[in-house]
């Protein structure tokens, strides 16, 4: 039976530098190229047949023992609409520089095209952010795909940036990236991410990044083709309110960090020093703060710290936090989600 148990950091090489507050938060390797952590992964990063890939203590990958006992780890009722898909990646991503103007297909574009059934929308939930922080997230005025790559073309960084809409952030606050929508995360801004689980990304603009991107930056597919997963109009505000939540890492007992658009997709809940008991299910539990004790339905009492970083099979049963507070990232539940096997 699939057991709880801490993970060992994830980090690995990028393009892009940071990695730093990683380190300090999971005790692990830091920078300065190592920018991001894949926490609980079974997604490999795009192109290779490894890497990203989650270690558990035995020595086995996550994604191997979950295939072989499925039903332990993710439950009945996931495995019967999904498979033995996690149907999350939850990252932390730690930018020592602005991250490139970049953006992800859906999943008609990625079936299509790719032969993969997950696109990569994705949410941001902002763990510590320098002052005056923004993010870019969609384009300001719509543009259409003759403007786009010809900017892309010219290596206009400058003009891409710009014709983002900016959101300032805090630390807290959390935003739901839809697919195809163009985005930029500032330089400082340190972030837990939940997304989709593919390495799907295509970029606009690579000039101050160690990455050609006129040869990995558009999927294999070549920009003509790659554009047309990219969403031109404007995030009106209608649609805003829906994406972006304000400080959600409060100290109350259980707080939802996203609102229902997030659902068919993943799930995220603050958990605070008075938690409720927790239904059985998979789930990664990052510790951001305190010293205390988690207790199973179905597994031994396991002691956390900040920094902590918990896998969380189904086959534990229910759960209760005491003594720390941190964020719970799940999977869709199976009634929420628009993708199935």
Do not use: C
């Not at 799907?200 to 006129?214: I, M």
Request: hydrophobic share 40%; net charge negative.
């Amino acid at each position: 039976m699939a057991k709880p148990e801490k993970l060992a950091s994830n980090q690995f090489d990028h393009f892009y530098k940071g990695g730093y507050k990683i380190g300090a938060l999971r005790h692990g390797p830091g920078g300065p190229m190592r920018p991001e952590e894949w926490i609980g992964s079974t997604t490999t990063r795009f192109g290779e047949k490894t890497m990203g890939l989650t270690t558990l203590a035995d020595g086995t990958t996550l994604r191997d023992a979950i295939i072989k006992d499925p039903e332990s780890w993710l439950g009945l009722e996931h495995t019967s609409t999904f498979g033995p898909s996690t149907e999350l990646l939850v990252k932390l991503l730690d930018p020592d520089q602005r991250l490139p103007v970049h953006y992800h297909p859906n999943r008609a574009f990625a079936q299509k095209h790719l032969s993969l059934q997950h696109g990569k929308t994705e949410a941001w939930i902002i763990l510590e952010a320098p002052a005056g922080a923004n993010v870019g997230l969609g384009f300001s005025q719509e543009k259409s795909k003759k403007e786009v790559a010809a900017m892309v073309e010219a290596r206009d960084s400058t003009g891409l940036i710009n014709s983002l809409q900016k959101f300032d952030v805090t630390a807290g606050d959390a935003i739901l990236v839809p697919s195809g929508v163009p985005h930029a995360i500032g330089a400082g801004i340190f972030v837990m991410e939940l997304q989709e689980p593919t390495d799907l990304s295509a970029l606009l603009e690579w000039n101050d990044f160690a990455v050609d991107g006129t040869v990995d930056g558009h999927l294999g597919l070549g920009f003509d083709t790659v554009l047309d997963a990219l969403r031109y109009t404007p995030i009106e505000r209608a649609e805003a309110d829906s994406l972006v939540t304000k400080q959600r890492l409060s100290e109350s007992s259980n707080t939802s960090i996203f609102t229902g658009a997030a659902d068919p997709y993943f799930r995220a809940d603050y958990l605070g020093p008075a938690s409720p008991r927790i239904a059985a299910g998979f789930g990664i539990l990052l510790i951001l703060q305190g010293v205390g004790t988690i207790t199973f339905e179905n597994a031994s009492e396991l002691p956390v710290e900040k920094g902590d970083a918990i896998l969380i099979p189904a086959s534990a049963g229910s759960w209760k936090i005491s003594g720390a507070q941190g964020i719970l990232a799940r999977p869709p539940l199976a009634s929420k989600s628009t993708l199935a096997i």
